[in-house]
C-alpha cells in the first residue's frame, strides 16, 4: 500500500516537474522575442521543413476526405431528396470539424514527430550543449524559429486542407454523381457563416497549431539523451498531440458552436 | 589578476540522484597551463567540465570562472561569460545541416557583425590552424572522427577564448590523429595564450602535453601534480591508474555479495 502511494506520489511529482519545465520552455520562446529581422533564414528554413514539406499529405488525405464525405453525404441526402444539401454539408463538415482536426493529427504525425526526433538526436550528439557552450540559446536558434514555423504553417495547411476537400466534394458530388453544379456552389455560399464558420475554424488550427508545435519542441528539448530516449519522445509527441487535439477540439466545439 | 587562477573549485560537492559524484572537492586551474584531469571511466570528469560551464550547478561549494561564482550567475551573465570559454565535446557535436565553414563561422555570426570577407578570412584562419581550411565545403558526415574534432577544435577556437576544455579529445582515435590533436592542444595553447583543461583517460597522451595533472577517483582528488610527480607516486591508486592495472584499489569486481552465496542459493532452489 505504502509503495503504491510512493509510487503514484513519485509519478505525479514527474509529471508536475515536466509540466513545468514545458510551461517554462513556452514562456521562454513567446516571450524571449524572437530576433525575426536577424534569425528570418532560419525560420524561412523550417517554414520548408515544417510546412512545405507537409503540403503533399495535407493535399492528398483533404482530396480523399472530401471525395468520401460527399459519397457517405450523397447516398443519405438522396434518399429524402435533399441532394442539393451536399454543398455545404462538406463545407461544414470540413470548415468547422475535420479540417482543423486532421490536419492537426496529420501535423503531428508528419512535422510533429520528425521535430521531435530532430531537436532529441540533437541533444544526443550534444549540439545544443555546444550551442549553450558558444553562449548561443539553444531556445532562440533551435526551438524557436521551429515553434513559430509550426504556428505559422498548421492554420495554412487547414485551410489548405478544407479547400481540397470541397474540390474533392464536387468531383464527387457534381462530376461523378450528379448533383446541380449551380445548387452545390450557391447553397454552400449561402449556408457558410465567415464568422461562425471559417474563422472559428481558424481559430481551432491555431490553438492546435500552439498545441502540436509546443508539445512536439518541448518533448525533443526534453527527450532522454539515447536512441531509446528520442525513440520515446517520438512516441509521447504523436500520442498526446493527438490526444490534446481530439479533447481541445471538444471543449472548443461546446464553446463555439455548443 | 594574471596571478589569479582561471578556475577555482573549493569544496565542491555534487550528486545526480542519490549518488555522489564529487565531495568536497577542490582544485585551481593556473592561467597558461595545459592542466589535465584523468581518472577512470564514469568518475564525473565531464560533468566537472559542465559545473565549469554552468551548464549543472553544484549542491555545495564554489565554482569560481575568473573569480566569479558560476553556480551563482544570472542566465544572461552566464551565456556572456561563456563567450570567454570553449568546449571541445567528445562527439565533436558539429551542426550536421551545416558546412563546415559555417559551422565555425556560427559563432562568429552570433556575437558579432563582422562583414561577410573579414568574417571568411577569420574562419579560413581558425580552419588553416587545424589543418582543414581545404575540407571547408564539406559536410561533417563526409568528415572522418578526427577530423571532425578538429574542426570542432577550429569552432571552439572561434571566439578566441580564454580558456578550452577538451572532453576525451583522445578517444577512438588512429595513432596519427591523437598525436595531431595532442601537438595542436598543446601548441594552440601557448601560441594564442589560452588556458586549456583536458579531461581524458589516456594516460600516454595526457602525461606527454600537461603542466599539470590532477587525478580523480572515488569523488576526490587522490593524486596531483607535474607529470612526473604522478609517475614517482608511491600511491597504489595512482599506480593502478598509471600502469593499467586491471585490479587494485579500484577493484575489477562491481560491489556483490560473495559468489559463494549465490552458488549455494543456486543450489538450493534445484534441490
Redesign the interface.
Known amino acids: 500500500m505504502v509503495e503504491f502511494l510512493a509510487r503514484n506520489g513519485r509519478a505525479t511529482l514527474n509529471h508536475l516537474a515536466e509540466a513545468g519545465r514545458a510551461g517554462t520552455l513556452l514562456f521562454r520562446v513567446i516571450l524571449g522575442g524572437y530576433r525575426l529581422r536577424r534569425d528570418w533564414s532560419l525560420l524561412l528554413k523550417q517554414l520548408y521543413m515544417v510546412g512545405v514539406l507537409s503540403v503533399a499529405i495535407i493535399v492528398v488525405s483533404g482530396l480523399f476526405i472530401g471525395m468520401v464525405l460527399a459519397l457517405q453525404g450523397y447516398n443519405v441526402l438522396v434518399d429524402y431528396g435533399a441532394e442539393e444539401s451536399l454543398g455545404p454539408l462538406v463545407a461544414l463538415s470540413l470548415l468547422r470539424e475535420l479540417g482543423p482536426v486532421v490536419t492537426a493529427l496529420l501535423f503531428a504525425g508528419r512535422a510533429g514527430s520528425s521535430l521531435t526526433a530532430e531537436i532529441g538526436l540533437m541533444k544526443a ?3 545544443l ?2 550551442l ?6 539553444p531556445l532562440k ?1 533551435v526551438i524557436a524559429p521551429r515553434f513559430w514555423a509550426g504556428v505559422i504553417c498548421m492554420p495554412l495547411l487547414a485551410l489548405m486542407f478544407n479547400a481540397v476537400g470541397i474540390l474533392g466534394g464536387f468531383l464527387v458530388g457534381v462530376e461523378w454523381l450528379g448533383v446541380d453544379q449551380g445548387s452545390y456552389w450557391s447553397i454552400m455560399q449561402a449556408a457558410v457563416d465567415w464568422q461562425d464558420d471559417l474563422l472559428n475554424g481558424v481559430i481551432k488550427s491555431v490553438v492546435f497549431a500552439l498545441v502540436v508545435t509546443w508539445i512536439a519542441v518541448f518533448k525533443g528539448f526534453d527527450a532522454v539523451p539515447t536512441a531509446e530516449g528520442v525513440s520515446r519522445a517520438t512516441t509521447e509527441t504523436v500520442v498526446h498531440s493527438s490526444l490534446a487535439v481530439l479533447a481541445l477540439d471538444f471543449v472548443l466545439t461546446a464553446v463555439m458552436f455548443g | 589578476m594574471s596571478n589569479e587562477p582561471i578556475v577555482a573549485i573549493s569544496n565542491l560537492t555534487f550528486r545526480r540522484g542519490e549518488r555522489v559524484i564529487f565531495r568536497d572537492l577542490s582544485l585551481t586551474i593556473p592561467r597558461g597551463k595545459v592542466v589535465a584531469i584523468m581518472g577512470p571511466s564514469g568518475i564525473g570528469k565531464t560533468t566537472l567540465l559542465r559545473l565549469i560551464g554552468g551548464q549543472l550547478r553544484a549542491e555545495r561549494g564554489v565554482v569560481a570562472f575568473n573569480g566569479e561564482d558560476v553556480g551563482q550567475m544570472s542566465r544572461s551573465r552566464l551565456f556572456e561569460v561563456r563567450k570567454q570559454m570553449g568546449m571541445l565535446f567528445q562527439s565533436g557535436a558539429l551542426f550536421t545541416d551545416m558546412t563546415i565553414f559555417d559551422n565555425v563561422a556560427l559563432p562568429l555570426r552570433e556575437h558579432t557583425n563582422l562583414p561577410e570577407p573579414l568574417l571568411r578570412a577569420l574562419v579560413l584562419m581558425k580552419l588553416e590552424s587545424v589543418g582543414l581550411r581545404g575540407a571547408c565545403e564539406l559536410m561533417p558526415a563526409e568528415l572522418s572522427g578526427g577530423m571532425a574534432r578538429r574542426a570542432a577544435l577550429a569552432r571552439t577556437l572561434a571566439l578566441d577564448p580564454a580558456l578550452i576544455m577538451y572532453d576525451e579529445p583522445f578517444t577512438g582515435q588512429d595513432p596519427i590523429t591523437l598525436g595531431v590533436l595532442a601537438k595542436l592542444i598543446r601548441e594552440l595553447n601557448d601560441a594564442l595564450g589560452m588556458t586549456s583543461i583536458v579531461v581524458s583517460h589516456d594516460v600516454h597522451e595526457v602525461m606527454a602535453i600537461a603542466d599539470y595533472v590532477y587525478l580523480i577517483a572515488d569523488q576526490q582528488i587522490i593524486g596531483e601534480g607535474q607529470p612526473q610527480a604522478l609517475r614517482d607516486s608511491t600511491s597504489p591508486l595512482v599506480n593502478q591508474f598509471m600502469l593499467g592495472q586491471p585490479d587494485g584499489p579500484v577493484p575489477f569486481h562491481y560491489p556483490a555479495r560473495p559468489f559463494a552465496e549465490d552458488l549455494a542459493q543456486l543450489g538450493g532452489a534445484r534441490g
Open positions: 550528439t550534444e549540439q550543449s555546444s549553450e557552450m558558444m553562449a548561443v540559446d536558434r
